[in-house]
């Protein structure tokens, strides 16, 4: 079975974590089957180890991270793959590939200049918030 890895970086905010599980939700909700985790490279449970484990556990045997990062800087060319390379070697026979970070693939960027090219000032919630004093 093929399992999904969310990848972010992290944030002390638990709040910042949320986008991560409204993609789970969106597709689960699409393939309730489908074998989904978040993962994060600091600073937020369930590390990125966690979510191998968790993903192996349901029955992955090739899991296809998915970095959550507008581009691909130094924790997605060096950090990912030395740790896709360690969840390997963990687990025999788990097969682990990268994606491009979201913000390079072509339907997310055009999604991203759609939203931009339609967006409105009062849709923002900091729009709605009183200036600082």
């Not at 990268?98 to 390079?104: H, I, Q």
Request: aromatic share 6%; net charge negative; charged share 20%.
């Amino acid at each position: 079975m093929k399992g999904i890895l969310l990848f972010g970086h992290g944030a002390r905010n638990p709040e910042w974590a949320q986008p991560f599980h409204r993609i789970r939700d969106a597709i689960l909700g699409r393939d309730p089957e489908a074998l989904v985790e978040p993962g994060f490279l600091e600073l937020m449970r369930p590390s990125f180890d966690e979510a191998v484990d968790c993903l192996v556990r349901q029955g992955a045997g090739e899991i296809v991270v998915v970095p959550i990062f507008m581009a691909a800087g130094s924790h997605i060319k060096k950090d990912l793959p030395q740790m896709a390379a360690n969840a390997m070697d963990r687990h025999a026979g788990l097969e682990i590939t990268l994606a491009a970070p979201v913000g390079e693939a072509g339907p997310v960027l055009a999604a991203m200049a759609d939203y931009a090219m339609n967006a409105r000032t009062d849709q923002s919630p900091a729009a709605a918030a009183p200036p600082p004093d």
